[in-house]
Nanobody, 115 residues
Framework: QVQLVESGGGLVQPGGSLRLSCVGS????????MGWYRQAPGKQRELVAG???????NYADSVKGRFTIFRDNAKNTVSLQMGSLKPEDTAVYYC?????????WGQGTQVTVSS
């Protein structure tokens, strides 16, 4: 069973950057479709970015051009590089791994964009 641990969240000013990382243990993340989701207070969890096993990438319209998702299979990680951050990006960000219609989640990391 895969276990996911996120890191890299924090407080950043508008226009700033952060990199979130998700480290997997128990198995190799290379065989999973991976994604970053976020959930703001009072809102539903939403997909921010996803990357398939073959490397196909998709982004939410709200983050296109600002966020980049990428894998490092050697380090068994999936990362989310976030730039030009806006207050509306404030949320708890979750790493997701999906295989055979089964989802695994990390514990989440808080990102707060505020001056």
């Amino acid at each position: 069973q895969v276990q996911l641990v996120e890191s890299g969240g924090g407080l950043v000013q508008p226009g700033g950057s952060l990199r979130l990382s998700c480290v997997g243990s128990g198995t190799t993340l290379a065989i999973y479709a991976m994604g970053w989701y976020r959930q703001a207070p009072g809102k539903q969890r939403e997909l921010v970015a996803g990357i398939s096993v073959r490397g196909t990438i998709n982004y939410a319209d709200s983050v296109k051009g600002r966020f980049t998702i990428f894998r490092d299979n050697a380090k068994n990680t999936v990362s989310l590089q976030m730039g030009s951050l806006k207050p509306e990006d404030t949320a708890v960000y979750y790493c997701n791994a999906r295989l055979a219609m089964r989802d695994y989640w990390g514990q989440g990391t808080q990102v707060t964009v505020s001056s």
